[in-house]
């Protein structure tokens, strides 16, 4: 079981970036998947985007297309740490909510919160003028 960490999140303005990134630190038995989630006051968890064990597949909510980039650090691998970012370009005020880790057991891109058995404690992310 790996042990996921966020970190990156703040206060940024709209039409802005700002990168969150996820440590999964410990080792796994198998490859997985990773994935951000987020969740709104008032709403349920939605996916935003997921990436495949070698980093080479990745797949987008279509709210979210066009504008975020998730990647993997594959190299750091060796010292049992996997990073995972999510680079996020012009931001609008639909996107504040508390941004999630999630990891799988297997290596599939899965969309559903329920997908995923290991997640990390969330960071805020706000988007206000």
């Known amino acids: 079981q790996v042990r996921l960490q966020e970190s990156g999140g703040g206060l940024v303005q709209p039409g802005g970036s700002l990168i969150v990134s996820c440590v999964a630190s410990g080792r796994a038995l198998s490859p997985y998947a990773m994935a951000w989630f987020r969740q709104a006051p008032g709403n349920e968890r939605e996916f935003v985007a997921a990436?495949?064990?070698?980093?080479?597949?990745?797949?987008?909510?279509?709210?979210v297309k066009g504008r975020f980039t998730i990647s993997r650090d594959t190299i750091s691998r060796d010292n049992a740490k996997d990073t995972v970012n999510l680079q996020m370009n012009n931001l609008g005020l639909e996107d504040s909510a508390i941004y999630y880790c999630?990891?799988?057991?297997?290596?599939?891109?899965?969309?559903?919160?329920?997908?995923?058995?290991?997640w990390g404690q969330g960071t805020q992310v706000t988007v206000s003028s």
């Open positions: 999630a990891a799988r057991t297997d290596d599939l891109l899965e969309d559903r919160p329920g997908d995923y058995s290991n």
């Open positions: 990436i495949s064990w070698t980093g080479g597949v990745t797949r987008y909510a279509a709210s």
